[in-house]
């Protein structure tokens, strides 16, 4: 177990990794001849956080994200789910969706301090 002390720096360093640089990692391994353009549209994909902006108050960091805001509820997720049958930049936006909701998951439930 992590002390709070040392919790309180890690998450937000552990969260943003995982929404920057870690999906590097994935462009590189799974689209090596096209890695910049995933990578990007990876960024891309955390324009989902704008519905963040519909809530209030806009940032809780007792409230998880997944399941409370609407382009994170779970009838989202079921159709970035459903995005990686289809081919192409399609698949890549659902990749990179469903990876920024699990690293919403973790950031809330696997952070007790």
Known sequence: MISSETAIWLKPCIHYFLHLVFP?????IFYREKWQKVYFIFLATMLVDLDHLFAHP??????????FHFLHSYYAIAVYFLMLFFKGNTRIVGIGLLFHML???????????
């Open 24 to 28: 590097v990692f994935i462009a590189l």
């Open 58 to 67: 806009i940032f809780d960091p007792n409230r998880g994200s997944v399941g």
């Open 103 to 113: 690293t919403d998951l973790q950031d809330f439930y696997c952070w007790h301090y």
